[in-house]
């Protein structure tokens, strides 16, 4: 198995395969034109949680996993995350059910912050990512 290699910087090439493999969350006849490009393969699509909210695990020729997430849809509590619009610290919790906090920390500073609709959606995409990316590290390294 060769062993993911990812370089610091810019990569204009890697930008465009990484939007392409993006609109292949979009219309059909949009994604058609966006090709997955060579070397990409299509792992998993989530279900539909929280606010309309899905992702996928792609992976790479060379083993480099990429987690694709879909944005907003035309579904009306799909911008409510757009609507959340606030700005929160960048390292808290959110409690997102009477029993489930979300614990989260995207940076050290204390002055940093995040959009607070697109810290929502990610807790509840969160537990679901964890399982897959976890499932493929083991996959990977037994």
Not at 55 to 62: A, G
Not at 91 to 112: R, T
Request: hydrophobic share 45%; charged share 20%; with cysteine.
């Amino acid at each position: 198995m060769a062993k993911a290699q990812l370089q610091p910087g810019f990569n204009k090439e890697e930008v465009i395969n990484l939007l392409k493999v993006s609109a292949q969350f979009g219309d059909p006849s949009y994604a058609a034109k966006m090709r997955v490009p060579a070397g990409y393969q299509k792992l998993y699509r989530s279900p539909i949680v929280g606010l309309d909210n899905c992702w996928e695990l792609w992976r790479t020729d060379s083993e480099v996993p990429v987690i694709s997430i879909r944005g907003t849809t035309r579904s009306e509590i799909s911008w409510l995350a757009n609507f959340y619009a606030a700005m929160i610290p960048a390292k808290g919790h959110l409690q997102i059910s009477a029993s489930e906090q979300f614990d989260y920390n995207l940076a050290e500073d204390p002055k940093a912050a995040v959009h607070a609709g697109w810290m929502i959606a990610t807790a509840f995409l969160s537990k679901d990512i964890l399982i897959k990316i976890d499932s493929l590290h083991k996959k990977r390294f037994s």
